[in-house]
C-alpha cells in the first residue's frame, strides 16, 4: 500500500515544492499532485505532524532524491502500519484513482503507454530501415 501511495505525494511535492503544505487544504484538486494532497491530508490530518511536515518539505527540495523519498515513504507506513482501517480507506482512494492524460497546444500526443514511435510537427518523416 505504502509503495501505491508514495508516488502521488512525491508527485504533489514536486508540482508545488514547499507550497505543498498550504496546497494540503486547498480543495481544487488536479491529477495525480490533487491526489498527493488528499493522501497526505487522509493520512496525517492537518496540521502535519512536525516530522511529516519536514519530510515533505525535504522531499519538495528534490523529488528525485531516493532518500528523500524513503523518508517520506517511512512516515506514511508508520500511520498505515497503526490504522488498519485508515489504511483501508487510503487503499480505497488509490484504488479509485483515474487515469488522466492530457496534451495540450497544437501537435501534442497524450499516450498511456507507447512502444512506437511518437513523432509530431510539420514535414516530419520518418527515418525509414533497409535490410
Not at 515513504?73 to 482501517?85: G, K, S, T
Not at 487503499?91 to 492524460?101: P, Q
Request: charged residues 25%; proline residues 6%.
Amino acid at each position: 500500500m505504502v509503495a501505491a501511495v508514495v508516488p502521488y505525494v512525491t508527485a504533489a511535492a514536486g508540482a508545488y515544492g514547499t507550497a505543498v503544505l498550504e496546497k494540503v487544504r486547498d480543495q481544487a484538486v488536479d491529477a495525480t499532485a490533487g491526489l498527493g494532497r488528499q493522501l497526505l491530508r487522509r493520512i496525517f490530518g492537518e496540521p502535519l505532524p512536525a516530522p511529516v511536515e519536514a519530510a515533505v518539505v525535504d522531499l519538495a527540495g528534490d523529488p528525485s532524491d531516493p532518500d528523500r523519498v524513503a523518508t517520506i515513504r517511512r512516515q506514511i507506513r508508520i500511520a498505515l502500519e497503526a490504522d488498519p482501517a485508515l489504511a483501508a480507506d487510503v487503499a480505497r482512494m488509490v484504488r479509485g484513482a483515474e487515469i488522466h492524460i492530457e496534451a495540450l497546444g497544437d501537435r501534442s500526443v497524450a499516450v498511456q503507454r507507447n512502444s512506437g514511435i511518437l513523432q509530431t510537427g510539420d514535414s516530419a518523416q520518418a527515418a525509414q530501415h533497409r535490410p
